[in-house]
Each structure stands twice: as structure tokens, then as C-alpha cells.
């Protein structure tokens, strides 16, 4: 028996993208702000990447390969990019900055995903099993012990036992991403918020969540279950081994389960519920701290204060910043949720973990919850309050890494577009 599934809920394991995070809160807008025709002055490169907007303030970006507008003789000389002239070499010289801000656009978002879901999954992977672990007796609410305990698992078992479960992952996040399109497809239920949003247009698209994350919750399921199931006692399986058990889970085919698991109808509640606000806090966080950041910048750029290099830095780094402020905000207000809700999913699945707190041996799952009440009340009483916060240690380590490479990035690139000037 293998079982499987993605990372934290972040709606299902899904942070969103520059495209979803605009959907909701659409009252803060991401914009200029001179004037709304500057909406058609962000040059997008590819649209999905988060940090891969490319705005510069109070001027146009020309098309690519097309030199910048030349300026009047009787007034001061403006390059439109920096690095650029007004001489005959301009041309040039902006075609290369040019060329030089989209790559660094792109490597930077790209940076920000690989961090998210490649750098960080042994800090979920080892969360997930905290969490799921009722016997344990180690807590690991710092990141001194969580860094030991994945020492012992990499010793023990190989680097295979902290990446385990990573393409599940992705798979969670392409049926969330896939589920939400076609159900905006054929329903007038909108992927996106207009600026001039009402109650009921709030209500049509957090309905759309809804049954997004009703559609993707199998494979969430089954995407957890391989997540934290033990490398010492499971088979090697195949990437697509998270849809046959999704699949299997809606139809009550394949791995056969105890009489304890929990029907999905019972699991919809909290796994909605926890999808939703998920998503309602990180966007509201992530629009907010937009918000500051874009102000900031202007109130420094209508002070002439900002070298050629900090106003290309100030097109990219507020979206990384507000995508990493929200979604560290929304893990930790929303990670007791997080931990009734893998406990749910996971029990009667058969599921074997390691043992957190030695570092070796295997423990069994054998929870008998009736549902999201009994589950909240049990770790309540058994475990503690901290019990609802086991393996939080992981998220400092999650978040503070997010952090380093965000700024690694930042100064590799300021290095770059200085040498470029």
C-alpha cells in the first residue's frame, strides 16, 4: 500500500499565481499610479510567474527589438532604459537592458517557485508527519529540533525520505489549477474579480474556490498519505500513482482502508473551509502589502531619490515580498486548522510515518475520529494546546530559506543591472 498527496493548503497546495491572486481583494488593484490608461505599459513575461511583471514607472517599455523614443534636443536626455543613451549607440545599449530585465524578470519568479515547492518540501514533508503523529512526544516547535530530526531521516533512509511525495504535489496543483478553469468554463462563476466588485460577485467566486477544492480533495488526500508515509516500509511508485488512488478514493476501489476511514462527504467541510480562508487571508495580506510597497516606491520616485537600478528592482520585488508575506501569514494563523484536517484525511488510510521523535522505527496511524469536533476536542485534551502546532519549527526553517534565496536573487540581480548601467 502507497498512498500520496501536495503541500500545505495554500488553497490545496496552491499559493497562486500572479493570475489567481488578482482574483479576490481586487479593490487594491496592482497598477501604476499616474493613471489607469498605464495599466497597458506591464509587460508580462510569462504571465504565471510571480515577480515576472515589468513596470516602470512614468515611462513606456517600446516593443522588444524596437529602439526607445528619441528626445527633443532643447531638453534634458531620458533613457528610457537604464544603461541606455542618447547617442547612436542607444539603441543598442537599451536593446540589451531590455533583453537583460525580462531574463532577471524571469529568473526571479522562477527562483520564488523553486524555493516554494522544490527547496521547501522536506520542511513539509516533516511538518505534515508532526502533525499526523498523535504518539509523539517531541513537538518540535523550534527549527534547532526539526533541523536534527531531518539529519536523522536523511542518515537513516537517504535524501529520498525528505523529497518524497514532491511530484504528488505538483499533480495536486495542475487537477486545482485544470478543476477551476473548466468549472469557470461552463458556469457564470467568475475566475476574477472586476474592479467594480459587489457582494454577490465575492460570493459567486469563493463559490468557485469551493468546488475547486471539492473537485482536487481526493488527490489532496492521496497526496498526503504518500507525503508522510514512511521510505523504510513503501514500494517505489509511479508519479501518476496520486490520480489512480484519487480516483480510487471517489469510486471505494483500490488499497483497501480500516473501518475508521472517514467518508469524503465528512471531510468536505474542513477541507473547503480550510481552502477558503486559505486563500480570503493570503490575498487580502498580499494586496495589502502591495498596497504599502507600490506607495512607498511612488512617494521615492516623485522624490527623484531612486538610482536606474532600484527603480528596476522596485518592478519585480513588491509581488515576491506581498506573495511571501501572505502566504507566511495565512500557514501560520491557519496551522491548528491545517493539523485537524491532515489528521482527518489521513485516518483509516493504514498509513505507517517515521518516528519523529527518534528519528527511526516506523509508527502506525490508528486515530479514531468521528470528525472535525472530536478531532479539535482530542488534541485539545491529549495533546495540549501546543498540540495543534506540532512540527511548527518546520515552517520558521520553510519560510526563513523562502527568505534567504528571495534575497540571494535580489542581489545577484542589482549586481547584474549594475554592471549593465
Given at each position: 500500500m502507497h498512498p500520496r498527496r501536495p503541500d500545505g493548503f495554500d488553497g490545496l497546495g496552491y499559493r497562486g499565481g500572479a493570475r489567481d491572486e488578482q482574483g479576490f481583494g481586487s479593490a487594491f488593484p496592482a497598477r501604476s499610479f499616474s493613471s489607469a490608461s498605464d495599466l497597458s505599459h506591464w509587460v508580462t513575461t510569462p504571465p504565471d510567474i510571480p515577480g515576472s511583471r515589468n513596470l516602470h514607472w512614468g515611462e513606456k517599455s517600446p516593443p522588444y527589438g524596437v529602439p526607445g523614443p528619441s528626445t527633443p534636443l532643447e531638453g534634458p536626455a531620458e533613457e528610457p532604459f537604464p544603461g541606455g543613451s542618447s547617442g547612436g549607440g542607444g539603441g543598442v545599449t537599451g536593446q540589451s537592458s531590455e533583453q537583460l530585465n525580462r531574463f532577471a524578470g524571469f529568473g526571479i519568479g522562477l527562483a520564488s517557485l523553486f524555493t516554494e515547492n522544490v527547496l521547501a518540501h522536506p520542511c513539509i514533508v516533516l511538518r505534515r508527519q508532526c502533525q499526523v503523529n498523535y504518539h509523539a512526544r517531541h513537538y518540535h516547535l523550534t527549527p534547532f529540533t526539526v533541523i536534527n530530526i531531518m539529519y536523522s531521516f536523511n542518515k537513516t533512509q537517504g535524501p529520498r525520505a525528505l523529497w518524497k511525495g514532491m511530484g504528488s504535489t505538483f499533480i495536486v496543483q495542475g487537477v486545482t489549477l485544470g478543476a477551476e478553469g473548466i468549472i469557470s468554463e461552463f458556469t457564470p462563476l467568475p475566475r476574477e474579480i472586476s474592479h467594480k466588485w459587489n457582494p454577490k460577485q465575492i460570493g459567486e467566486h469563493l463559490l468557485l474556490k469551493s468546488l475547486t477544492y471539492m473537485v482536487a480533495m481526493p488527490f489532496y488526500s492521496a497526496s498526503l498519505i504518500e507525503t508522510v508515509q514512511s521510505e523504510i516500509i513503501r514500494d517505489n511508485t509511479g508519479i501518476l500513482e496520486c490520480v489512480k488512488e484519487g480516483i480510487g478514493r471517489?469510486?471505494?476501489?483500490?488499497?483497501?482502508?480500516?473501518?475508521?476511514?472517514?467518508?469524503?462527504?465528512?471531510?468536505?467541510?474542513?477541507?473547503?473551509?480550510?481552502?477558503?480562508?486559505?486563500?480570503?487571508?493570503?490575498?487580502?495580506?498580499?494586496?495589502?502589502?502591495?498596497?504599502?510597497?507600490?506607495?512607498?516606491?511612488?512617494?521615492?520616485?516623485?522624490?527623484?531619490?531612486?538610482?536606474?537600478?532600484?527603480?528596476?528592482?522596485?518592478?519585480?520585488?513588491?509581488?515576491?515580498?506581498?506573495?511571501?508575506?501572505?502566504?507566511?501569514?495565512?500557514?501560520?494563523?491557519?496551522?491548528?486548522?491545517?493539523?485537524?484536517?491532515?489528521?482527518?484525511?489521513?485516518?483509516?488510510?493504514?498509513?505507517i510515518i517515521d518516528n519523529t521523535d527518534l528519528g527511526y522505527?516506523?509508527?502506525?496511524?490508528?486515530?479514531?475520529?468521528?470528525?472535525?469536533r472530536d478531532c479539535i476536542n482530542t488534541i485539545k485534551q491529549e495533546e495540549g494546546m501546543l498540540g495543534f502546532y506540532k512540527g511548527f519549527g518546520a515552517v520558521v526553517i520553510q519560510y526563513t530559506l523562502h527568505a534567504a534565496v528571495l534575497q540571494i536573487t535580489k542581489i545577484i540581480y542589482s549586481t547584474l543591472l549594475q554592471n549593465s548601467v
Open positions: 471517489v469510486i471505494g476501489l483500490g488499497v483497501p482502508h480500516s473501518k475508521r476511514l472517514l467518508p469524503l462527504l465528512s471531510l468536505v467541510f474542513p477541507t473547503v473551509l480550510h481552502g477558503v480562508l486559505h486563500y480570503i487571508i493570503s490575498s487580502i495580506i498580499q494586496k495589502f502589502v502591495l498596497l504599502i510597497l507600490k506607495r512607498k516606491t511612488y512617494s521615492s520616485h516623485l522624490a527623484e531619490s531612486t538610482s536606474p537600478v532600484q527603480s528596476m528592482l522596485d518592478a519585480y520585488f513588491p509581488e515576491l515580498i506581498a506573495n511571501f508575506a501572505a502566504s507566511l501569514c495565512s500557514d501560520v494563523i491557519l496551522y491548528p486548522l491545517e493539523t485537524v484536517l491532515h489528521r482527518l484525511h489521513i485516518q483509516g488510510t493504514r498509513t522505527e516506523v509508527l502506525p496511524i490508528n486515530t479514531q475520529y468521528e470528525g472535525m
